[in-house]
T-cell receptor
Framework: LAKTTQPISMDSYEGQEVNITCSHN???????ITWYQQFPSQGPRFIIQ???TKVTNEVASLFIPADRKSSTLSLPRVSLSDTAVYYC???????????FGPGTRLSVLP | GAVVSQHPSWVICKSGTSVKIECRSL??????MFWYRQFPKQSLMLMAT?????????EQGVEKDKFLINHASLTLSTLTVTSAHPEDSSFYIC??????????????FGQGTRLTVV
């Protein structure tokens, strides 16, 4: 499984755009990139998934460069409720387990 | 999205007793289920992977006789913490994956179970 590296923590203010970058230098050809959000005492929640270029949904955007060795989760206009830990996972194929790294603890300040 | 329900949400038990946690996929068939443990301010740590009808595969360092996993149907997996001790107090989370023909499979997570052993 491709190992991922993310910043341990980030601070932001309400209304700002937040970009969290994940490095995955050993990503395999068939691997997808998936981001999860976790609030305290809750299970992780799926945010977005992509393979290449850009993916956008109602919650976030995911930017993946051509070499796919990194990806950036973009949260537009964050609010206090976006304070959570964000995990980047790579290699979510059927039958594989989901190995979580330390994640990025995002704190949104008023 | 698909729903995974975990029960109970929290449990307090006495040291030496056993506790069973259930994980159900409510609207899909989960060929594979995963059990994680998470200590405060730490990431999720995979404990075991189970496929319906077969024995679970445990990660290194996880005692299979202490953490009994049963995946008897495509919608239910259970984790039993046997002879619980205070150091087993943690947040336990299950997830379930669908049998997908595509290359990627989204995992759906339960809400977690807070176990406190006193």
């Amino acid at each position: 499984l491709a190992k991922t590296t993310q910043p341990i923590s980030m601070d932001s203010y309400e209304g700002q755009e937040v970009n969290i970058t994940c490095s995955h230098n050993n990503i395999a050809t068939n691997d997808y990139i998936t981001w999860y959000q976790q609030f305290p005492s809750q299970g992780p929640r799926f945010i977005i998934q992509g393979y290449k270029t850009k993916v956008t949904n109602e919650v976030a955007s995911l930017f993946i460069p051509a070499d796919r060795k990194s990806s950036t989760l973009s949260l537009p206009r964050v609010s206090l409720s976006d304070t959570a830990v964000y995990y980047c996972l790579v290699g979510v194929n059927y039958g594989q387990n989901f190995v979580f790294g330390p994640g990025t603890r995002l704190s949104v300040l008023p | 999205g698909a729903v995974v329900s975990q029960h109970p949400s929290w449990v307090i038990c006495k040291s030496g007793t056993s506790v069973k946690i259930e994980c159900r996929s409510l609207d899909f068939q989960a060929t594979t289920m995963f059990w994680y443990r998470q200590f405060p301010k730490q990431s999720l740590m995979l404990m075991a992977t189970s496929n319906e009808g077969s024995k679970a595969t445990y990660e290194q360092g996880v005692e299979k006789d202490k953490f009994l996993i049963n995946h008897a149907s495509l919608t239910l997996s259970t984790l039993t913490v046997t002879s619980a001790h205070p150091e087993d107090s943690s947040f336990y989370i299950c997830s379930a994956s669908t049998d997908s023909q595509s290359l990627h499979t989204e995992a759906f997570f339960g809400q977690g179970t807070r176990l406190t052993v006193v």
